[in-house]
């Protein structure tokens, strides 16, 4: 069976001709050494720790799963050895704060290395996700002694971290959730209550095991504005920052689920457990969100890592598989890759992973420009585009992720639907990145409803032009054929964006949202191509991955651009079609 091997050759096309890595970094304090060269030697040296310690573990542990007995979370065999070379390699602190005892290397980096866990083994890759997320909402909003006792550890990957938001009546709309905090006299909190679907909420890695819990003080009002967020251990520290008595919290059960079977998805019992707060009162949701943005462009990633695994594996099969005469009228057996049919599937999966790897980084630069920049003006415009990219990355990363599992999945035919060449895990494994960290639904009312009204709306204007001015410089190298399309797809979401702007919100931005989503995405994808084709150097200076964007860049445009026509005339229509029907009718 084909195995994985890390896009370093990609990633190194997309920092050095793509994106001029080097000049961004050399113009944020701080990052003035860090460059191509560095990058490159450090995604090989992730590559192969994915590579060799992670991908093999990934199919042993869907078939074992995670197991409880007597209250105790074990993970499949390797697991919990692999996650400790992990963190002693220095992965886990790669981008952490060099104040707390991280290495402090760009987003880019860790956006990258995202990508390849989640190529590798989804299930394992959630671990130290979830725990950078808790790790940013403690570095923004807990106190200086919090963030003293928990961050080291944590951003060493001693201890891990978990996000415990959602329960049986409260899932999208949080402002149901009911799980209570009360005072103690010492400064911290009694927490009560269930939380369920808890991904990490246990393991047997050792160490501590910190869980960031929503919930409500005594007289709080109801709805989100009466939500507090709480650090909640499941061992209490001591003053020397050893690991105390257990807390009073507890794995009720284990979900049983379709998919990412390593990771241990709990249903948590909080029975009076000591919390303490972190941000103010009342402010949950907000400080929560810090963590929730963080893990929506890890999410999304998860959805190109999948992609780029299993198209990668799908490629390999094309080629040697024998079935049928060629479409040209060669006698058959040939390798199905000659076949027209099976080269869309690949080829839309190819398309659609280079393409989101270079928004990626293109949104992780951002990420680096809004933390370091010396212009504030600079560094609020990048916050606000990460604002506005975060549902787009979550949400069409994870949609493409999952047609493209699936269609990788169809070129290896019966055999994609058994077990033996793990096609049918890539299936199971990414279809909750669409649901989780909020739906793909609810990122799209995010877009339209939140992120489009950014600065007055002006800042989707500042992105709309920003993208017509990449489009029109890169003319005369990525030519006319490849750019006026985009172009006209362009003004296609101008039009769309419009239209919505006009529309007066209520029933016709939920209606708009998905199709909106998607349209903004192909856009971007676009966008993405053109910044490609532009910069691959001539014939004789260029790599295989370089060598093959031009052809990449068409079948995007030609193939998959198109799209925007059908989502533009299904926007026009608005909602009228889709509230006709009263529910009971249905
Ligand atoms: C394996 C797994 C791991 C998870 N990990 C975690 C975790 O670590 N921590 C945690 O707190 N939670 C976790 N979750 C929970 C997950 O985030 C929720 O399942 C998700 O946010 C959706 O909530 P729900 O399941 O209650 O669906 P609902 O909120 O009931 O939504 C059902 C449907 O209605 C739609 N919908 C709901 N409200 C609206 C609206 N206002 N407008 C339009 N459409 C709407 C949704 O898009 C969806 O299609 C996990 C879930 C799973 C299955």
Redesign the pocket.
Known sequence: MATYTAPVADIAFLLQRVFGFNTIMAGLPGYEEVNVDLAVSVMEEAGKFAADVLEPLNRLGDEEGCTLENGVVTTPKGVAAAYRAFAEAGWCSLSGDPAYGGQGLPWVLQILLDEMLSSANLSFGLFPG?THGAVEAIRHHASAELKATYLPKMISGAWTG?????ESSA???LGLLSTRAVPNADGSFAITGT?I?????DQDFGGNIVHLVLARLPDAPKGVKGISLFLVPKFLVNADGSLGARNSMSVGAL?H?MG?HAQP?CVMNYDGATGWLVGEPGCGLNAMFTMMNAERLFVGIQGLGIAEAANQKAIAYAKERLQGGGADGTPGPVAIINHPDVRKMLLSGRAFAEAARALAVWTALQMDIAGRHTDAAVRKEADLLVALMTPVVKAAFTDFGFETAVASQQVLGGHGYIREWGMEQYVRDVR?AQ?????N??QA?DLVGRKLALDGGKLTHRFFALIRAELSAALPTAGEGLVAPVVEALARLERATQRLAESGGGMET?AAATDYLRLFALVSFGWMWVRMAAAVPVADEATPVETRKATLARFFVERMLPQTLGLEAALAHGASALMALPADAF
């Open positions: 979830l978990a996000m415990a938001l959602t899932g999208t709309d939380k679907f808890i991904s990490s909420g979900e689920k990412i998805t909750i649901i989780y960290e909020g739906t639904g609810v009312m939920g």
